[in-house]
């Protein structure tokens, strides 16, 4: 399985950004997608995610700012940022959570894994 990420890039405070992620591969599910981020020397934290069926989480941080949005047909993750702040400035990572095909002692099955993508800076700068 593959994330592929794109957006990210430099912006004034208050401006906006938009990533996108596609996953591929051996995907039977995905059972959720979404958005980390880390600043060198910190966790990596959570910024929002949407698990199948359910309402997207946001941390607490994104204040309304920041959407995300899943197309399940397209297995993709978006996260819209708005009125972005200085503080915003870090390597935001797709992550997804998903069920994928094996095949342990001949029988086909299915093990849900952890997935992310190589990360895109988003630096928020005058």
């Known amino acids: 399985v593959q994330l592929l990420e794109s957006g990210g890039g430099l912006v004034q405070p208050g401006g906006s950004l938009r990533l996108s992620c596609a996953a591929s591969?051996?995907?039977?599910?995905?059972?959720?997608m979404g958005w980390y981020r880390q600043v060198p020397g910190n966790q990596r934290e959570l910024v929002a995610k949407?698990?199948?069926?359910?309402?997207?989480y946001y941390a607490d941080f994104v204040s309304g700012r920041f959407t995300v949005s899943r197309d399940y047909n397209k297995n993709t993750v978006s996260l819209q940022m708005n009125r972005l702040k200085p503080e915003d400035t870090a390597v935001y990572y797709c992550?997804?959570?998903?069920?994928?095909?094996?095949?342990?002692?001949?029988?086909?099955?299915?093990?849900?894994?952890?997935?992310w993508g190589q990360g895109t800076q988003v630096t928020v700068a005058s």
């Open positions: 591969g051996n995907i039977f599910e995905i059972r959720a």
């Open positions: 992550n997804a959570d998903i069920d994928v095909h094996q095949i342990i002692d001949s029988v086909p099955t299915v093990e849900e894994q952890t997935f």
């Open positions: 949407v698990a199948s069926g359910a309402n997207p």
